[in-house]
């Protein structure tokens, strides 16, 4: 059996492969994106915690989190898309009316 | 589990149930006038059916129903009362098919309400998120420019910091081998734990929470989404959202002892102490009150986490009736600027509330006092809660955190009288003045909130006895 820390790296690289592309990119879409990943390294890391505790409540959140995702990408896309019809672009730097 | 085990839920399936009648119902028939009245009647059947579970009912691991988390819905359902009672008028003529937008308001009080009965980590996440997704569409809700704006950038971030929360939530349950937050503490206090890999945990689950909480460093939202919101939607955010996540946090620290990591009280502190001067001394450089407002609430939130980080039950009580001041006060003075706002845009620079007292002088009245409150000037329920705080803060010996209060209380004071001071100014020119008359619901909401916001200034003692009542049990 592959040990846990294993999985644990995995899912941290692709938990910084997220926070990166979430912080380096402009491109909405392309955040949006990255936040997925995110949100898929913490799945990787609860379904391998729940196989190594043999415990089946990680697996159980997981699904929840599925669901939710696909919820805040629904409800995401459509303020992107009104973003979009406002401004002509998916580029986060033009909205830019509020400061302070 | 029979049905019997669900029965104490009511309350939560009152508000679910109501959302989903609205939804249907609009499909029929469009009204606002009728899916405002059935979110109002969901809202109201929700809290007298709160009167009705006794005692403290472990709903399975996930929800529980004691006094405290019904002391808790019920504030945020009688504050999202109010808030439907302000929009009402509010979104008339803002845009076409505004019938959706009680349907988004139920949801994320249900959320919310979730949130303040939660003791697993899995209600806790799906509170959240119920609570989150609709106020993303809350927050753009009419469409504006200014409206997306604002919805985009709590998207990107709200959902960010989620994906945080989450991680933390992992790393806690690898370690703990548990997500309920009562055997949190006898798993932690285990053989063979990773020290490190728990507090990386704590620490992302309290990123993920002070972002909704809007505490330093993580406010960089707030004073945008405030600004950005529809104001009906900026009070809902300043008081249900936060309150939900306050009141979850506050029992997560009661069940896992915080004061056993010395690291993890240390950032508490911190974050205590860098809201406080961020929120005040930002907010003197703003000149739009719905920033100021923003600003002002990260301090408040500063301040009641100097009354969290106090030991005992005092704590409760403190943070308790600092939470009830700030609704009652936050709500008041959102309410004053929805009723002032044109249909154009929102009454928040400083200068459309130059001379208020000479057109209308109840409407200054009432904003002065949501106001003194904000600052914490006797009388008002303001001062009673920060006189709590303070005391809950020395009872715990931590006065550097309690000398840190009263100095931004003082720079808090500043921005606050500036804007009184305009109120009662000479009248400048701004088309706000112009609105020809107030709506009916909102002014009696507004003198409701100040009769309450006086009368608990004056004599708090039946709150404070109920709310003893409440921490008993704990």
Redesign the interface.
């Known amino acids: 059996m592959i040990p846990l820390h294993w999985y644990?790296w995995l899912?941290a690289v692709v938990?910084m492969v997220?926070v990166a592309g979430?912080l380096m990119r402009r491109n909405?879409i392309i955040?949006?994106m990255s936040?997925e990943l995110?949100?898929n390294?913490?799945n990787i890391?609860?379904v391998s915690?729940s196989r190594?505790?043999d415990?089946m409540?990680?697996q159980?959140?997981v699904f929840?989190?599925i669901a939710?995702a696909a919820?805040?990408a629904a409800?995401?896309l459509?303020?992107?898309i009104?973003?979009f019809r406002?401004k002509v672009t998916a580029h986060?730097d033009e909205?830019?009316?509020?400061k302070? | 589990m029979t049905l019997n085990d669900l029965a104490p839920l009511i309350p939560l399936m009152v508000i679910a149930v109501s959302s989903v009648i609205i939804m249907l119902g609009i499909a029929f028939y469009r009204s606002r006038a009728f899916s405002g009245l059935l979110t109002l009647a969901g809202i109201a059947v929700a809290f007298i059916t709160l009167f009705g579970v006794q005692g403290t009912r472990q709903v399975t691991s996930l929800l529980i129903l004691d006094d405290y988390a019904l002391f808790y819905i019920g504030l945020i359902l009688a504050a999202s009362f109010v808030v439907a009672l302000l929009s009402s008028d509010y979104l008339e003529g803002r845009r076409e098919n505004i019938e959706e937008f009680y349907i988004l308001l139920l949801l994320s009080t249900l959320g919310s309400s979730v949130l303040a009965a939660s003791t697993h980590?899995?209600s806790f996440?799906?509170g959240l998120?119920i609570l989150s997704?609709s106020l993303?569409?809350l927050i753009?809700y009419t469409?504006n420019?200014?409206n997306?704006?604002?919805?985009?950038?709590y998207?990107?971030l709200a959902?960010?910091s989620s994906?945080?929360l989450?991680?933390g939530?992992?790393?806690l349950?690898?370690e703990t081998?548990t997500?309920e937050f009562s055997r949190m503490s006898s798993g932690i206090s285990a053989q063979g734990i990773n020290k490190g890999m728990l507090l990386t945990g704590f620490a992302l689950v309290l990123t993920g929470v002070g972002f909704k909480l809007a505490v330093a460093p993580f406010h960089m939202w707030t004073?945008?989404v405030y600004?950005?919101a529809p104001a009906p939607v900026t009070a809902f955010v300043a008081t249900v959202s936060k309150g939900g996540v306050f009141a979850l946090l506050l029992r997560y620290f009661i069940q896992v002892d915080m004061h056993a990591y010395p690291s993890l009280f240390g950032a508490v502190a911190f974050i205590a102490v860098a809201s406080m001067f961020a929120g005040n001394l930002l907010a003197l450089?703003?000149k739009?009150i719905k920033?100021i407002l923003a600003y002002s609430s990260i301090a408040h939130l500063g301040y009641l986490l100097v009354a969290f980080l106090a030991g005992g039950v005092m704590r409760v009580t403190a943070v308790t009736f600092y939470l009830v001041a700030y609704f009652i006060t936050t709500l008041g003075a959102f309410g004053v600027v929805t009723m002032l706002s044109g249909k154009e845009r929102d009454a928040d620079a400083v200068e459309d509330y130059q001379g208020l007292f000479r057109h209308r002088p109840w409407l200054a009245l009432i904003f002065s006092a949501m106001l003194f409150s904000l600052a914490g000037i006797p009388l008002t329920a303001g001062f009673i809660g920060k006189f709590y705080i303070v005391a809950a803060g020395a009872g715990s010996a931590l006065w550097l955190l309690v000398i840190m209060l009263v100095i931004n209380s003082a720079i808090g004071l500043y921005y606050y009288l500036r804007i009184i001071v305009v109120l009662y100014a000479q009248p400048g020119h701004s088309e706000v003045s112009a609105v020809s008359s107030l709506p009916l619901t909102g002014s009696l909401v507004l003198v409701l909130l100040t009769v309450l916001l006086l009368w608990l200034g004056v004599y708090p003692e039946p709150l404070i006895e109920m709310i003893h009542r409440m921490t008993m049990r704990f």
């Open positions: 644990l899912s938990f997220g979430f909405i955040m949006f936040i995110m949100l390294a913490v890391s609860l915690f190594y505790l415990d409540r990680g159980i959140l929840f989190i939710v919820a805040e409800i995401g459509g303020i992107i009104a973003l406002n986060v909205a830019n009316e509020m302070g | 980590f899995v996440f799906i998120e997704v993303y569409a753009a469409r420019e200014l997306i704006e604002a919805g985009v950038k998207l990107v959902a960010a994906a945080f989450l991680f939530i992992a790393l349950y690898g081998g997500m004073p945008d600004e950005g450089l703003q739009n920033r």
